[in-house]
Every structure is written in C-alpha cells, then in structure tokens.
C-alpha cells in the first residue's frame, strides 16, 4: 500500500505481527511429548518401508514372486503412512525430522542388512519390525489419550492394527 506524504511516495507496511500462539487446548508440555513420540513413530515407519522396498529388490528363491508381491503391498502402504505421521507433527507446532541421520537417530529398528539375507530371514526381519514399530506406537497411546488428542489416538490406532495384521500376515509364512 502506497500512500503520498510531503510529496514522496512512502510505503505503509501493512500488520504482519506472526502467527499466533498455537492454542488448541493441549499444553506445550503435552505438544512436545507427543510430538518427540510422533517423530520416533515416523523414524520407525520410514525404517521399515525402506526395509521392506529393499527386501522387495533383493528376494530370491522358490516363494519370489508372493514375497516380492507381498512387499510391494507392504511398502506402499508404510510409504503412504510416513505423510500423514509427519503432518501429525507439524499440526502439534513442531518440525518433522526428515533426514537419514535423523531417522537413524531415533529409529528403535535396526538399518537393512547390507547383504539380502534368505527369504525366510527378510519374513523373520519384518516380524520384527512390525511388532518394533507397533511398540513405539503402543507407548505414545496414553501420553496422546492423557492429553486429549483424538487425532494422534486415532493416528496411532490405525498403525497399530495395521502392524500388528501385517506382523500376524508374515508371522504366518514361518509356522507350519
Ligand atoms: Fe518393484
């Protein structure tokens, strides 16, 4: 906005003054814990997918093509989990880690071995990493119920019972 003043052409900032406070009615303290439990729930799933894409590279031997197929479902789901856990976070006021070191940082699973191990081994992983994942989101549970946020209580429901269905899926393949 440009206003004459004295013969000069002036310009008048128009108000900006920040965004406001966020005020949702959960506490900063609360905010802070959720979020630091999002960020380990996002390092895990984000561990696990790029596990679960590399199992899906390098599988081999007579069950390649369920367990290839198997992962690309897998994977793709983990992949289209990551967003919504992040935007969960920056909902709360917080930033949402996205680096490798950052992941492997807070990430309670362990990299993808360097090299592909046997089928069987690659199920046996997976369990692992599911039930892992399942945990970190099992702990955020009442820290997010405590503090009345139906979103993150929500958000980790569904994780939970699609970890704990995949982990039964591939639990599965290694019973007789
Ligand atoms: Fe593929």
Do not use: C
């Not at 128009?14 to 630091?36: M, Q, W």
């Not at 950052?102 to 191990?117: H, I, K, R, V």
């Not at 099992?138 to 958000?155: C, Q, W």
């Amino acid at each position: 906005m440009a206003k004459k003043k004295s013969g000069t052409t002036q310009l008048i900032a128009l108000p900006t003054g920040g965004a406001p406070a966020i005020n949702i009615g959960i506490n900063d303290k609360d905010r802070e814990a959720i979020a630091k439990g999002l960020s380990r729930l996002l390092a895990d799933t984000y561990t696990l997918y790029l596990t679960t894409h590399n199992f899906h590279w390098n599988v081999t031997g007579p069950m390649f093509n369920t367990l290839h197929a198997m992962f690309m479902g897998q994977y793709t789901e983990l992949w289209n989990a990551v967003d919504p856990v992040a935007e969960r976070i920056r909902s709360l006021g917080h930033k949402a880690p996205g680096s490798y070191a950052q992941f492997g940082a807070l990430t309670s699973l362990a990299d993808a071995p360097t090299e592909p191990p046997a089928a069987l081994e690659m199920v046996r992983i997976l369990v692992k990493g599911h039930e892992a994942v399942a945990r970190t989101a099992r702990e955020l549970f009442p820290v997010a119920d405590k503090a009345s946020d139906e979103p993150t209580a929500d958000l980790l429901t569904q994780r939970l019972t699609v970890h704990e269905q995949t982990a039964w899926m591939l639990r599965s393949l290694l019973e007789e």
